[in-house]
């Protein structure tokens, strides 16, 4: 018998269902896909469904062919930018070609440039980098082009963590023997079900799989039209 120290687990005999995972995959990667193109931003979708990196969020529209590719990495861009806007991406972990590609705007360099301006009404490139970086990042394009204006004080809402969630979660890790591998189900979620080589890997593998299925309900909320 196995335990995890946050959840409610056992062991027992359950069936395997990789089609049902490969469903659920699918599903949340045609909802992610549908709700970037009805104009919902990686950054906004990353912060949405509260995932811990962008490009968790690039690597699936690239995986669809949405985005063709990453650029590669041209760091001679921060010299460009604006001092505060440069800091900032490279606080973020988040590289501002990457964040570029996000956007669909392949020249990074001329929209570097355009970032370091005002906004030119009458340039369609410096609109749609400026609206993107106000969209995105509104603390910081307000500090960077209205720094009179700008409200130093920040308030940020606190949601239930994931990890607490599922610790309210019943969940059964049974060993096969004919496919020697074990399987973790979750019994409140049927279709939240894996399988793995080790107990361990079941278990993060569950948590992960988890994650995508809530994640999947946050999208099929947004308004899309």
Same mark, same amino acid.
């Given at each position: 018998?196995?335990?995890?120290?946050?959840?409610?687990?056992?062991?027992? %005999?359950?069936?395997? &269902?990789?089609?049902?995972?490969?469903?659920?995959?699918?599903? $949340?990667?045609? /909802?992610?896909? +549908?709700? =970037?193109?009805?104009?919902?931003?990686?950054?906004?979708?990353?912060?949405?469904?509260?995932?811990?990196?962008?490009?968790?969020?690039?690597?699936?529209?690239?995986?669809?062919?949405?985005?063709?590719?990453?650029?590669?990495?041209?760091?001679?861009?921060?010299?460009?930018?604006?001092?505060?806007?440069?800091?900032?991406?490279?606080?973020?972990?988040?590289?501002?070609?990457?964040?570029?590609?996000?956007?669909?705007?392949?020249?990074?360099?001329?929209?570097?440039?355009?970032?370091?301006?005002?906004?030119?009404? %009458?340039?369609?490139? &410096?609109?749609?980098?400026?609206?993107?970086?106000?969209?995105? $990042?509104?603390? /910081?394009?307000? +500090?960077? =082009?209205?720094?009179?204006?700008?409200?130093?004080?920040?308030?940020?809402?606190?949601?239930?963590?994931?990890?607490?969630?599922?610790?309210?979660?019943?969940?059964?890790?049974?060993?096969?023997?004919?496919?020697?591998?074990?399987?973790?189900?979750?019994?409140?979620?049927?279709?939240?079900?894996?399988?793995?080589?080790?107990?361990?890997?079941?278990?993060?593998?569950?948590?992960?799989?988890?994650?995508?299925?809530?994640?999947?309900?946050?999208?099929?909320?947004?308004?899309?039209?």
């Amino acid at each position: 018998m196995w335990k995890s120290n946050k959840s409610r687990a056992r062991v027992r %005999q359950s069936p395997t &269902s990789g089609e049902s995972a490969d469903r659920v995959v699918d599903e $949340y990667e045609a /909802l992610l896909l +549908r709700a =970037y193109r009805a104009g919902y931003s990686v950054v906004f979708l990353q912060r949405y469904l509260a995932s811990a990196s962008p490009y968790f969020i690039l690597n699936v529209l690239i995986a669809r062919g949405e985005i063709p590719g990453y650029t590669r990495v041209n760091k001679a861009v921060y010299k460009v930018l604006p001092r505060k806007i440069s800091v900032a991406f490279q606080t973020m972990n988040f590289n501002f070609v990457n964040w570029c590609d996000g956007w669909k705007i392949s020249d990074f360099r001329e929209a570097a440039r355009l970032l370091s301006e005002e906004k030119d009404p %009458q340039n369609h490139l &410096s609109l749609k980098v400026h609206s993107a970086l106000q969209n995105d $990042y509104p603390d /910081l394009y307000e +500090r960077v =082009y209205f720094p009179g204006d700008a409200d130093t004080t920040r308030t940020y809402s606190k949601t239930k963590s994931r990890d607490e969630a599922f610790a309210n979660c019943t969940i059964h890790i049974s060993y096969n023997k004919s496919d020697r591998c074990f399987t973790a189900v979750i019994d409140e979620i049927p279709d939240c079900q894996v399988r793995a080589t080790t107990c361990d890997k079941a278990f993060a593998a569950l948590k992960q799989r988890y994650a995508i299925i809530q994640q999947t309900l946050k999208l099929s909320l947004l308004a899309v039209n």
